[in-house]
């Protein structure tokens, strides 16, 4: 996962670079302001100095109106997760039409601790309330999540990347 920044807006989001070509052309639209632009991952690299910060985990979106697959990287402290909508300000912008999910629907703290990540989710407070394992967060509820756990927030499911934690046994 590269995170880009849209020449317009200034607002990053990620995209698989194990998709492109190092030398290809790449044409993007800003998911905030809709700006079409194209450019090259050796544009990127030498914009951010590769710094992609996948050390912290990410997040794949599974199923959403849309019907297609939406990955976000995470970083140090709060990630706001909420429904992709003009005017509200989130880390983590979910594009769907699903009006279960707020637009501020739940965080996901990240932090560091002995050069690991360890990640924990909230409910922001939301409508419908945030799910983690099929389990209903309580009102200021943290949970701690682990690599491959499942979260629901209105009738998105997303599956929660840890990196180093694919090989722990936490389920003994």
Known sequence: MKQIICPKCGKSFSF???RYDHSCHIS???PTCRKRFVTTLAQIDEA???DADTSLGYITILENAFGYRQEFPLHLGDNIIGRASKGTEVDIAIETSDMSMDRRHCIINVKEKGGRPILTVRDNPSLTGTFLRNELLGDRERALL???DVVSIGAA???VHIPGEEDDEYFE
């Open 146 to 148: 682990h690599d491959g």
């Open 48 to 50: 951010h100095g590769n």
């Open 16 to 18: 698989d670079e194990s």
């Open 28 to 30: 993007f639209i800003c």
């Open 157 to 159: 499911t997303f599956i």
